[in-house]
Structure formats: structure tokens, C-alpha cells
């Protein structure tokens, strides 16, 4: 996909993307992606797939405890480590997302919604 294609699909053509529309969009493109780089062949395990975003959780773990956030990471794109470690997160969220057919962007639009609603630390102590 190129990078015009790709700013098409974000943009949603010239109207525009409501919350739970962009965050479909990005879950459609995010598996779409995966589907054509050949992810999601055979059968698949999903928890392999959750600890796939384990993985990417634990490798912002690691360059947190190197010290290394706010350095460039190591792909020729301009992105921190961490910027890049949270997109990967996100990513492989939204591709499995995808594959399971979610609607992800209404999930996180009634759940953050929701989360106001509760009380200081969700009436937790600690």
C-alpha cells in the first residue's frame, strides 16, 4: 500500500472519520496489512496472538528499562522507541481486532464513556 493509498484509507475519501470510524478504518487497514503479508495463512491460535501483543508490551518494558524512550528506534522511520513500541502495540490490537471482526472503535468509545462514570481510582484503594 503506498502512501497515498494509505492517507486515502485514513482520510475515508473526503468526509470526515468519526472516533469509531478511524479506529475501524485503522483496524480494517492494520489486518488487511497483516492478511497480505501472509499473518494470517493456516489456521491461527489466538492466544499466540495475544502474546504477540504481550511481546510488544514487554519490548516498551525493555526500552524503558534501558533508558532508551526517547532515542530514535532502529527502523528507517522517524519515531522514538517509544512511539514505536505503542504503535506496535496498537497494531497487532487492531489486527486481531480485525480478523475477529470487533468493532473496536465502538468498544473504546462506550468504555472510555464509561470510565467517567466511575469513581476516584474505580473505588480502588491501592
Known sequence: MSD???QFAIEGRDRPLTCTSAINRLVYLAHLNAVTKGFWEGEYNYPE???LIHQEVSE???AYRASSLTEKCDKPINLTNEEEEMADILIRIFDLAGKRQVDLGKAVIFKMLYNTTRPHKHGKTC
Open 60 to 62: 516498551l518494558l525493555e
Open 4 to 6: 497515498i493509498e494509505l
Open 49 to 51: 496472538k495475544l502474546a
